[in-house]
């Protein structure tokens, strides 16, 4: 990228090395936005197609020095133009800056300095190199405080890492090149052949560096911007396997819930599957509906369910079994501890307050009994309890009644 009036073979070797290698690199960044929609990426892209530009520019410009009066100052434009996408990328990355029309008044002020070096200079490329090393440096630098402070409020990744690294090196190493030149040019002594040999592959393995910095931050937003979406698909998943597991009036668990409950528990054989279960049946819940319509029925469905939950641990659960009966699971217990338990339902239920009723309302409800000790044996004690409330609801009668 900046050789001074190379003469050895190894100094136009070491531009057309430079010189290829951000052609590939800037061929790597293209390829990438086929598939990879950033902003940010777009403007390194564009950033790595101009310095290959510049730097085709700098090499015909020695070859052909009868056109050098318009190589050079595109030799210095493009470098400056790729200093600024470089920048316009970290930031796009770090705020969603975007470039707008009234950005690319900076072309002309760079067409301008370009213009005014080659002029001033009359030519004379080691006294254009010293100011332009100076833009070049700050450019860099700016890209990497931009960089800096964008990852300053998380931990900063591998990629980030290696663009803060070649960043602060190309700014290094161009700042070098003004004490290099500037002695030269007041000694009036020519710059050790052997260091400008080696110039254009300093900066070609500091930019293939920030190359690889880029590609790196690209695919680790590419990488968390999946996870992020992985999180939210898995959180749709869950949200959604409840919503099919929760019954919406009452917000208990429906049946689906317990046979996803017990598929779980069959095929692990570490948790201890065994307990009593109850089976309760609202009384009367037709005649509820009928005298004070749907939505009182619905409500003393919902009233139900609450008193249900009020008697039993957070470990026990609930399940909407049917139009106002429900089944529930006490874990550990006898059945003669789970009847205990829920002794104090009828007076959960005794005054309950509908809606469109003005006096309180007394429900009942029917329970029936049975223990299981595996989740093999809920069918059978499901079944047992099942028999057991409708020999309670037949043997008594407990239509809902208005206190007055």
Not at 41 to 58: D, E, M
Not at 209 to 236: C, H, P
Not at 318 to 340: I, M, N, Q, S, Y
Request: proline letters at 3%; one cysteine or more; a neutral charge.
């Amino acid at each position: 990228m900046n050789i001074a009036n190379p003469g050895p073979d190894a100094s136009i070797l070491g531009l057309i090395t430079q010189a290829t290698a951000i052609a590939l690199m800037a061929l790597l960044s293209f390829l990438l936005t086929r598939s990879i929609r950033r902003v940010a990426l777009n403007y390194w892209t564009a950033g790595w197609f101009v310095l290959t530009i510049a730097l085709a520019s700098l090499l015909f410009s020695f070859w052909y020095r009868q056109f050098g009066i318009v190589l050079r100052p595109m030799y210095l434009l493009g470098e400056y133009a790729f200093g600024y996408l470089i920048i316009a990328g970290c930031r796009n990355f770090a705020t969603g800056y975007r470039l707008q029309w009234r950005h690319y008044w900076l072309l002309a002020l760079g067409l301008f300095i370009a213009l005014g070096l080659d002029w001033v200079a009359r030519g004379d490329f080691n006294l254009i190199f010293i100011p332009h090393a100076l833009i070049a440096s700050y450019l860099f630098l700016a890209a990497f405080r931009v960089t800096i402070a964008s990852s300053s409020a998380q931990r900063p990744t591998p990629g980030v890492r290696v663009m803060t690294i070649a960043l602060l090196l190309l700014s290094l190493n161009f700042f070098l090149y003004v004490p290099v030149f500037l002695f030269g040019l007041l000694k009036h002594v020519e710059v050790p052949i052997r260091y400008l040999q080696y110039t254009s592959l300093y900066d070609m393995v500091l930019e293939v560096l920030l190359g690889f910095g880029v590609v790196m931050r690209v695919l680790e937003s590419v990488s968390q911007e999946l996870e992020a979406s992985n999180i939210k698909l898995t959180r749709a998943r869950d949200r959604m396997e409840r919503l099919a597991h929760t019954d919406t009036l009452t917000e208990t668990s429906n049946r689906l819930g317990l046979l996803a409950l017990v598929g779980q528990h069959s095929q692990s054989t570490s948790v201890e599957f065994k307990g009593c279960l109850a089976l309760i049946d609202m009384d009367d819940l037709k005649r509820i509906n009928d005298s004070f319509g749907h939505t009182a029925g619905d409500a003393a469905i919902r009233a139900l369910a609450k008193a249900i939950r009020s008697l039993i641990r957070p470990d026990d659960l609930v399940f909407r079994w049917g139009g106002d009966e429900f089944l529930v699971l006490l874990f550990g217990v006898t059945e003669a501890e789970g009847r205990k338990r829920l002794e104090g339902l009828a007076g959960e239920i005794s005054k309950v307050s509908l809606p469109g009723v003005s006096d309180p309302v007394t429900l009942s409800a029917a329970i029936g009994m049975a223990s299981f000790n595996s989740p093999a044996a809920l069918t059978v004690a499901i079944e047992l309890a099942d028999n057991a409330m409708y020999g309670q609801k037949q043997s008594k009668t407990s239509p809902a009644r208005t206190e007055g």
